[in-house]
């Protein structure tokens, strides 16, 4: 592990809450999805009047969104992806409820990026619903020789992130996504596997362990390769496309309920 890394890391592992016991919060995340899959057994998410609704990730979750717009239910904060369909759909529904959408993502980011971020572009927020899309870069990086991090950094780093949260927002409802990746497309081929599975089954682990709402993308984009070809959904194997994006749209907001 380079220095540099390390010294960032242990620097925002140090500010992390370390406690093993979590603050009793809602948990999250039922309903099965258009796709056929189910998010969780848990309850939905719960959107109060006047809510704010954060999405943080990479590149997936940025999709070109202007970083100069800040205010809320912006168009061009909210990017081109599943977090602007997710928004739209979001105020759509529930025009009473004067909710508040933001969209954080920074493309290229590892769960240690957003922990480097996190006070101005997460806590300073305040959201009452957080989802988290990220990983695939933990992986992908790795696997490119840019990045010497292992799944057991990427699971602690979470973790030590999420607790970091859930100190100072003690009822935030947590949402979490599974990083995916779609097979014999460009980037991603045999040499990805087994290795990125585990990424995978991290990230459902802490979504258990923090009673985050759970979104299994993967099956997702496995089932929808059944009516068109993995290409179809995302062109380079990672990224989505329109379509991707709107697979990925739907299957967050059932997660969310009134």
């Not at 309850?43 to 999709?63: M, N």
């Not at 996190?118 to 020789?145: A, Q, R, T």
Request: glycine share 8%; with cysteine; hydrophobic share 40%.
């Amino acid at each position: 592990m380079n220095e540099k890394y390390d010294l960032m890391r242990r620097d925002f592992l140090k500010k992390a809450s370390i406690a093993g016991m979590l603050a009793a919060m809602p948990s999250i995340g039922r309903a099965g999805l258009s796709a056929g899959n189910k998010v969780s057994s848990a309850p939905r998410v719960s959107l109060k009047e006047g809510a704010v609704v954060l999405f943080q990730g990479d590149s997936i979750t940025d999709a070109g969104r202007d970083k100069d717009a800040t205010s809320a239910n912006n168009g061009n904060a909210l990017g081109r992806g599943y977090a602007y369909l997710a928004a739209c759909e979001l105020l759509y529904q529930y025009p009473g409820k004067n909710l508040s959408v933001y969209n954080k993502g920074i493309s290229g980011n590892k769960v240690y990026q957003l922990a480097e971020r996190w006070e101005v572009d997460c806590l300073s927020l305040k959201p009452d619903v957080l989802s988290i899309l990220i990983g695939v870069n933990d992986y992908w990086h790795k696997h490119n020789g840019k990045y010497d991090g292992t799944v057991k950094v990427y699971r602690d780093d979470y973790r030590a992130l999420l607790n970091r949260t859930l100190e100072q927002l003690p009822d935030v409802q947590l949402v979490i996504g599974e990083p995916f990746a779609v097979k014999d497309v460009k980037a991603v081929d045999d040499s990805w596997y087994p290795e990125f599975d585990e990424y995978r089954a991290a990230a459902r682990e802490i979504a258990e362990e923090f009673k985050a709402a759970f979104i299994p993308y993967q099956s997702i984009f496995d089932k929808a390769e059944k009516s068109a070809a993995g290409a179809y959904w995302t062109p380079d194997g990672v990224h989505p496309s329109l379509a991707g994006a709107n697979l990925m749209a739907h299957a967050w907001m059932e997660a969310v309920g009134k």
